[in-house]
């Protein structure tokens, strides 16, 4: 059963400082990983997806990696600003034709001006 | 475009009493997804819909949950007699393309069971 862990649960960090929030996973067998932000009370909003054949993607002050042999990725965020304080969650999909996706909990970031 | 939305976007009941939350997926994906998010317990997979195919149910957690899809776009979650441990935002997600493609998600659907 794949486990998909992220630690810490919380960050607070000062605006402008570049940050990296880890997620790892127990099954390496995975179709893509990708990672979404979730502010409070609102629904989930996708951020990035890397294929299993990727190493990385990138979208303006964000880049991801994918270690799929180590089960690891990473979320790259570039010059933090208040703005992106929210909960980053990482999300495995398994192989096959079984499209569920298995979350972390998530990491809280809190962006302090 | 419009994107995925759900109703009610809040809903108290009394424990006992049947809930049903709705779906409305992007126009045109295929397939579609029901999440639960319960506080301390991350975000939990329920049933996944693709297409004219049977449905995925694995996630459900007791047979007192049920969901449907009409017509391959609006999708309805049951929640028969309702208990406390019900209590979680429900999400529900599409998809253009079930295997590689992103998940849209809606804004969610709080129940409150007292």
């Known amino acids: 059963k794949q486990e998909v862990t992220q630690i810490p649960a919380a960050l607070s960090v000062p605006e402008g400082e570049n940050l990296v929030l880890n997620c790892s996973f127990t099954?390496?067998?995975?179709?893509?990983l990708q990672w979404f932000r979730q502010d409070p009370g609102k629904g989930l909003t996708s951020l990035l997806l890397i294929q299993s054949s990727q190493r990385e993607q990138t979208s303006g002050r964000l880049n991801a990696s994918l270690d799929k042999s180590s089960g690891r990725s990473t979320l790259y965020i570039a010059a933090s600003q208040p703005g992106d304080s929210a909960t980053y969650l990482c999300?495995?999909?398994?192989?096959?034709?079984?499209?569920?996706?298995?979350f972390g909990k998530g990491i809280t970031l809190s962006v302090r001006p | 475009g419009a994107g995925v939305s759900q109703s009610p976007s809040n809903k108290v009941t009394e424990k006992g009493k049947d809930v049903e939350l709705r779906c409305d997926p992007i126009s045109g994906h295929t397939a579609l997804y029901w999440y639960r998010q319960s506080l301390g317990q991350g975000l939990e997979f329920l049933i996944y819909f693709q297409g004219n195919s049977a449905p995925d149910k694995s996630g459900l957690p007791s047979d007192r949950f049920s969901a449907e899809r009409t017509g391959g776009s609006v999708s309805t979650l049951t929640i028969q007699r309702t208990q406390q441990e019900d209590s979680a935002v429900y999400l529900c997600?599409?998809?253009?393309?079930?295997?590689?493609?992103?998940?849209?998600f809606g804004p969610g659907t709080r129940l409150t069971v007292l």
């Open positions: 999300a495995v999909k398994g192989t096959g034709a079984n499209s569920k996706l298995t």
């Open positions: 099954d390496s067998a995975i179709y893509n």
């Open positions: 997600a599409s998809s253009l393309v079930p295997l590689r493609d992103t998940q849209y």
